[in-house]
């Protein structure tokens, strides 16, 4: 069975006082220069920014390995046990987060562990994955929000939308976008609703966007250019938006 050692600056959370005093839980995060583009930017990304939580695929700290005190795992209640398959880190950190769980990153190694290629994380599918995260944003965001937009017409936005719950559907109030020939369209129809006449959501151009957003566009892709048309907007990040990629 090949593997890899990895070794790397680590991440404490910081908690809330439970019995004894302040808890925490360490993760590891690999930063090898054999990693994809995608890793190196979020581990690199995560000392400048707020924590992304709801990204929608890939892990929301990469490559993490955990410590954390038995008295802090036991009052977040523990991992969740359902077998091959069940993403139990990532629901045990979102339990974590419903407690007032906080991230902050320590730049020094603090462990190695071995990677290999039947480790019980490939048992988890991209829409087991999808599926929690997409719940977990209409429970902390989605919930507290009248209307919203997602910035996305493409491939990616209309997924979240077909797969949100049918009472945070209706607060879609539009998609936008940059491409010219998306936006000529006019609107996106939800083929698969069981309403007629079928929804139709409006797509247009970011300017001619109201916030608040939910992006689903991947950061590092355009040169810097969605980067700056965001900016452009001045808008404050868990405020008017928050990314979904």
């Not at 908690?15 to 995060?29: A, E, N, P, R, W």
């Not at 000392?47 to 993490?64: D, K, Q």
């Not at 006449?197 to 355009?222: E, S």
Request: proline share 4%; charged share 25%.
């Amino acid at each position: 069975m090949s593997s890899v050692n990895l070794c790397s600056p680590a991440i404490y959370w910081d908690t809330v006082t439970v019995k004894s005093g302040d808890m925490f839980l360490i993760i590891c995060k690999e930063k090898m220069a054999s990693l994809s583009r995608t890793l190196k930017k979020k581990n690199a990304r995560f000392r400048e920014r707020a924590l992304e939580v709801f990204t929608s695929h890939g892990p929301t700290v990469i490559m993490p390995t955990w410590f954390v005190s038995r008295e802090w795992y036991c009052h977040v209640g523990q991992f969740v046990e359902d077998g091959t398959g069940t993403p139990e880190d990532l629901l045990f950190f979102y339990e974590h987060l419903r407690k007032d769980g906080g991230v902050h990153r320590v730049n020094e190694c603090l462990l190695q562990y071995r990677y290999h290629e039947k480790a019980a994380t490939h048992s988890v599918s991209e829409e087991t994955i999808w599926k929690h995260r997409v719940n977990f944003l209409e429970e902390r965001v989605l919930q507290h929000w009248a209307s919203f937009t997602i910035w996305n017409a493409g491939k990616q936005g209309r997924k979240l939308y077909r797969s949100l719950a049918p009472s945070t559907r209706n607060k879609v109030m539009a998609f936008c976008d940059v491409d010219e020939k998306k936006i000529s369209k006019g609107f996106y129809t939800y083929e698969d609703s069981e309403e007629r006449p079928k929804p139709k959501i409006p797509v247009i151009h970011y300017q001619d966007a109201k916030p608040p957003f939910i992006i689903c566009v991947k950061l590092d892709l355009t040169g810097g250019g969605f980067e700056e048309n965001l900016k452009s907007l001045n808008l404050k990040e868990g405020v008017d938006f928050y990314h979904f990629n």
